[in-house]
C-alpha cells in the first residue's frame, strides 16, 4: 500500500526557519516525482513544485521559485520542504503528493499526505 | 486568481446529477491531461479522474470526466450527501512548465 505520512504541526515565528518532512513507503521511491501543495486557510489548492527522488530534479512553479526549497533523502524515502525565513502568508496547510502518468503534461497526484499545518506568528 | 477556472459552488438534490466545469486555455487544458480531486472537509485531496476521464480503482461510476478543447467537465451522477465535497480540476500548463490547479468548486447536497 502507498503511503505518504507528514510531519506534525509547526508554530513558528517570522523570519525563523522549518523544514518540513513526507515519508513513503510502499512503492519504489526514487521512481516517481513528489509535488507540494498548499493550501491556504479558506482558500484552494496551489501547485507549489515537484522533485524526482531518483535525479533530484526540481521544477517549481513560477509563483514559488525562490520562496521554499524542495529536496529528498532517498536513503530514508523522504521528501522535504523547507523554508529560510517564513512569513505569516506562509500559514497555511502543505500537502505532498506522488505523482503518476507516463510523462508531466499527463500528470495526476494518486496519492497524497495527510497535510502539515504551518502556522507563522507572533 | 486560479489560471483554471471553476464556478465558486453548485447545488443539487440528492439523487439528482451535478456537472463542474473547468475552463483553461491552449496552454493547459486543450494540450494536456486533465485530473479531478475531491476534497472532504478537513480532509486531504482524493484522485477522482486522471487522463481526462479515467477512474481510478474504488471510484464509483457515479463519478466521469470529459474534456472538449480547452474546457473539463466533472459530472456526479445519483447525489449522496457523502459527496459534499470541494472539488478541484488540475493539468500541466506548458507556459509556466508547471502544474495548476482550479480554483475549486464547493458541492452542496441539498
Known amino acids: 500500500e502507498v503511503q505518504l505520512v507528514q510531519s506534525g504541526a509547526e508554530v513558528k515565528n517570522p523570519g525563523e526557519s522549518l523544514r518540513i518532512s513526507c515519508k513513503a513507503s510502499g512503492y519504489h521511491f526514487p521512481g516517481y516525482w513528489i509535488g507540494w501543495v498548499r493550501q491556504m486557510p479558506g482558500k484552494g489548492l496551489e501547485w507549489l513544485g515537484i522533485?524526482?527522488?531518483?535525479?533530484?530534479?526540481?521544477q517549481y512553479s513560477p509563483s514559488f521559485q525562490g520562496q521554499v526549497t524542495m529536496s529528498v533523502d532517498r536513503s530514508i524515502s523522504s521528501a522535504y520542504l523547507q523554508w529560510s525565513s517564513l512569513r505569516a502568508s506562509d500559514t497555511a496547510i502543505y500537502y505532498c503528493?506522488?505523482?503518476?502518468?507516463?510523462?508531466?503534461?499527463?500528470?495526476?497526484?494518486?496519492?497524497w499526505g495527510q497535510g502539515t499545518l504551518v502556522t507563522v506568528s507572533s | 486568481q486560479s489560471v483554471l477556472t471553476q464556478p465558486p459552488s453548485v447545488s443539487a438534490a440528492p439523487g439528482q446529477k451535478v456537472t463542474i466545469s473547468c475552463s483553461g486555455s491552449?496552454?493547459?487544458?486543450?494540450?494536456?491531461?486533465v485530473s479531478w480531486y475531491q476534497q472532504l472537509p478537513g480532509t486531504a485531496p482524493k484522485l477522482l479522474i486522471h487522463d481526462n476521464d479515467k477512474r481510478p480503482s474504488g471510484i464509483p461510476d457515479r463519478f466521469s470526466g470529459s474534456k472538449s478543447g480547452t474546457s473539463a467537465t466533472l459530472g456526479i451522477t445519483g447525489l449522496q450527501t457523502g459527496d459534499e465535497a470541494d472539488y478541484y480540476c488540475?493539468?500541466?500548463?506548458?507556459?509556466?512548465?508547471?502544474?495548476?490547479f482550479g480554483g475549486g468548486t464547493k458541492l452542496t447536497v441539498l
Open positions: 491552449s496552454s493547459n487544458v486543450e494540450s494536456n491531461y
Open positions: 522533485i524526482f527522488p531518483g535525479g533530484s530534479q526540481v
Open positions: 488540475g493539468t500541466w500548463d506548458n507556459s509556466v512548465n508547471a502544474g495548476v
Open positions: 503528493a506522488r505523482l503518476s502518468g507516463p510523462t508531466l503534461n499527463k500528470y495526476y497526484f494518486d496519492n
